[in-house]
């Protein structure tokens, strides 16, 4: 009998192979995906968010990395490989040194030079491209690669879903107008949802914060599960955005001409919604016999805006503005804060404050703010913003500018007007999806991949320009889009598994067939090494259990928690009347067959 070859075969035998399978979950691994791949033997922890990568993991990771790299050299994006070990400069051009915080390993030479390790590329590939091209003739180019991220993540968590060292694959398209920026993010994004659909990981595209420039300018690819951190919220008509994302529909119009004039009333110690609405009923119950509710009253509230410097400022400047939103919904920061980008805002301080003495606290109202204020006679007002749920002819009772007042039938459109509507409450179950097919509901999921289109931004920063075909120069539009190699791995992991260990997808597993010799019979080794034999012939890869003096239960155990989908069986019916055991890696399909027909069933099932 011709022995496979263990030098050059392609099988993996686990008498030899570097594997130690664990019975226990490991203490500190909080995640189905971390507990298996550290039990199944794939990756062992190096220190907390870093991971070594043992033999299985790093097939498994391969063979996802070949799957990216096809569909990506598909759309015509070139492979390049940047270091991870970078100098500060490009970084402080683009003033990402300062705004990544802890988030990055700052490092010194030896001669006191700063580095980082790099937690994505972007301005490595902006300046490749300047340095190499100077023509529109260059353009279109997409570049990408596939390398390690570095992040110090504040909790890195959940294995390799949120690791500080990881793998990403990161592209960054170069084209001459905005067109052919569209272009190409919608060819990255077709092959991220073929890469999503090969490797059988459910995602959900989900529109991202856009920042300034509005539209659809980003997407996040979330894999929808319970472990996620990002929430996003789902339409019937199966659309998602991120919350940060969301707009409100428009809502219909109030008939408002039955609405009283506005008056100005009397309510003591009613600083708070819960106090004033107890106020109003106590004071003023409403002629038509409902309670007076949250939902009545508008809360206005002082943010201020943190800017960069511009024309007029020589330094970043804070604007105190104020927000009016429905008594009844929280402010959301995060989503104001997206209204107001690249501005980060907060809530506005006592000293802010100091400047104005007209925005008295617990009683501030729209009427001393905006083109109202200005009538009101307030010097130099600030600007005034409403949510989207106010709407034009809603009837209020506002803060009254003054201790223990507020005004009541106040009617927006009527009595005030704002200089802006924006999104500033948080979006709950239910409420109307933007595309307005019915309510939104919320479902968590991690993001796997982004795809983003960035404009200038960086081309401006770094000034990589080239000239256009009438010779002058003109910036250059970019598109960037990662995925996150590593997290997939486990994200798959995360989804295709049950209590007794990891089920790949044929296409990433280790290998298609995990052959299993059991009992101290030589006659099943023999019959095992004949079957890898001609599977390995047949171009298939084979994980082969050949080890010798370990029981069955423990091999089915090992077969169970590596996951590989097929399972061969050679052993006492072999012996006996020469049949191998098939069966998938769950138990199901499970069939006997005369062992001359097992490759024929096998080439067959795979
Ligand atoms: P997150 O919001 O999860 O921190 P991000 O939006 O900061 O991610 P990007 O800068 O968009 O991440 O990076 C591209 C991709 O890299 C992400 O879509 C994600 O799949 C992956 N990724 C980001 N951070 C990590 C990490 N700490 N560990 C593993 N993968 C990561
Ligand atoms: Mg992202």
């Known amino acids: 009998m011709n022995i496979v070859d263990p030098m050059t075969s392609n099988t993996l035998r686990m008498s030899t192979l570097f594997l130690r399978t664990l019975r226990e979950d490991p203490a500190d691994a909080d995640v189905d995906s971390a507990k298996l791949l550290q039990r199944a033997g794939y990756i062992r922890k190096a220190a907390p968010g870093i991971w070594t990568w043992l033999p299985l993991g790093l097939r498994v990771?391969?063979?996802?990395?070949?799957?990216?790299?096809?569909?990506?050299?598909?759309?015509?994006?070139?492979?390049?490989?940047?270091?991870?070990?970078?100098?500060?400069?490009?970084?402080?051009?683009?003033?990402?040194?300062?705004?990544?915080?802890?988030?990055?390993?700052?490092?010194?030479?030896r001669h006191q030079a700063?580095?980082?390790?790099?937690?994505?590329?972007?301005?490595?590939?902006?300046?490749?491209?300047?340095d190499m091209y100077s023509s529109y003739k260059d353009l279109p180019v997409t570049l990408y690669q596939i390398q390690t991220k570095y992040r110090d993540e504040f909790r890195p968590r959940a294995g390799l879903i949120r690791g500080r060292e990881f793998i990403m694959k990161d592209a960054y398209s170069f084209t001459i107008d905005e067109e052919g920026m569209r272009k190409a993010y919608y060819d990255e994004r077709g092959a991220y949802e073929r890469i999503f659909q090969r490797l059988d990981l459910k995602y959900v595209p989900v529109f991202a914060m856009s920042g300034p420039m509005g539209g659809s300018a980003s997407e996040e690819f979330l894999a929808p599960m319970a472990i996620g951190e990002d929430t996003f919220a789902l339409a019937p008509s199966g659309k998602a955005w991120n919350v940060e994302a969301l707009h409100t529909p428009e809502l219909p119009e109030v008939d408002a001409s039955h609405t009283p004039a506005m008056d100005t009333r009397e309510t003591p110690d009613s600083k708070t919604i819960e106090a004033l609405v107890?106020?109003?009923?106590?004071?003023?119950?409403?002629?038509?016999?409902?309670?007076?509710?949250?939902?009545?009253?508008?809360?206005?509230?002082?943010?201020?805006?943190?800017?960069?410097?511009?024309?007029?400022?020589?330094?970043?400047?804070?604007?105190?503005?104020?927000?009016?939103?429905?008594?009844?919904?929280?402010?959301?920061?995060?989503?104001?804060?997206?209204?107001?980008?690249?501005?980060?805002?907060?809530?506005?301080?006592?000293?802010?404050l100091k400047a104005h003495p007209e925005m008295v606290a617990g009683y501030m109202g729209p009427m001393v703010f905006g083109r109202q204020g200005e009538a009101a006679g307030v010097a130099d007002p600030v600007r005034f913003f409403v949510d989207a749920h106010v709407v034009k002819g809603s009837d209020w009772i506002i803060g009254g500018d003054e201790t223990g007042k507020h005004r009541f039938h106040a009617v927006y459109g009527r009595?005030?007007?704002?200089?802006?509507?924006?999104?500033?409450?948080?979006?709950?179950?239910?409420?109307?999806?933007?595309?307005?097919?019915?309510?939104?509901?919320?479902?968590?999921?991690?993001?796997?991949?982004?795809?983003?289109?960035?404009?200038?931004?960086?081309?401006?920063?770094?000034?990589?320009?080239?000239?256009?075909?009438?010779?002058?120069?003109?910036?250059?539009?970019?598109?960037?889009?990662?995925?996150?190699?590593?997290?997939?791995?486990?994200?798959?992991?995360?989804?295709?598994?049950?209590?007794?260990?990891?089920?790949?997808?044929?296409?990433?597993?280790?290998?298609?067939?995990?052959?299993?010799?059991?009992?101290?019979?030589?006659?099943?080794?023999?019959?095992?090494?004949?079957?890898v034999e001609e599977l390995e012939a047949n171009g298939v890869e084979v994980i082969y259990d050949d080890r010798k003096k370990v029981s069955p239960g423990v091999k089915f155990k090992d077969a169970e928690l590596i996951g590989v989908p097929t399972i061969a069986v050679v052993g006492r019916d072999f012996v006996n009347d020469g049949t191998i055991e098939i069966r998938d890696r769950d138990g199901g399909n499970k069939v006997a067959v005369p062992a001359d027909e097992a490759v024929k069933t096998l080439l067959e099932r795979l």
């Not at 390049?80 to 100098?87: G, S």
């Not at 700063?114 to 300047?130: G, I, N, R």
């Open 61 to 109: 990771l391969n063979k996802i990395e070949a799957i990216i790299r096809e569909e990506i050299n598909g759309i015509g994006a070139q492979e390049v490989h940047f270091p991870a070990l970078l100098p500060r400069e490009p970084y402080e051009a683009t003033h990402r040194w300062e705004e990544y915080g802890d988030n990055i390993f700052r490092l010194k030479d």
């Open 114 to 130: 700063d580095y980082l390790l790099a937690p994505t590329h972007e301005e490595m590939f902006t300046l490749l491209v300047k």
């Open 278 to 352: 107890d106020t109003a009923n106590r004071l003023y119950p409403r002629e038509d016999g409902r309670e007076w509710t949250a939902a009545d009253t508008l809360k206005t509230v002082a943010i201020t805006v943190m800017h960069a410097e511009d024309e007029d400022h020589d330094k970043p400047w804070r604007e105190v503005i104020a927000v009016a939103v429905p008594g009844d919904r929280q402010v959301d920061m995060k989503r104001l804060e997206a209204q107001f980008a690249p501005a980060e805002i907060e809530e506005s301080t006592e000293e802010d």
């Open 415 to 531: 009595d005030f007007e704002a200089d802006g509507v924006v999104e500033a409450v948080e979006v709950r179950h239910g409420d109307m999806s933007p595309d307005g097919s019915g309510p939104l509901s919320f479902e968590r999921g991690v993001e796997i991949g982004q795809v983003f289109q960035l404009g200038l931004k960086y081309s401006k920063a770094l000034d990589l320009k080239v000239l256009d075909q009438n010779g002058k120069a003109v910036p250059v539009w970019m598109g960037c889009y990662g995925i996150g190699v590593s997290r997939v791995l486990a994200c798959i992991a995360e989804t295709h598994h049950d209590e007794t260990g990891l089920a790949w997808p044929s296409v990433i597993a280790p290998a298609q067939v995990h052959v299993v010799a059991t009992g101290k019979d030589d006659k099943a080794f023999e019959g095992a090494e004949k079957l």
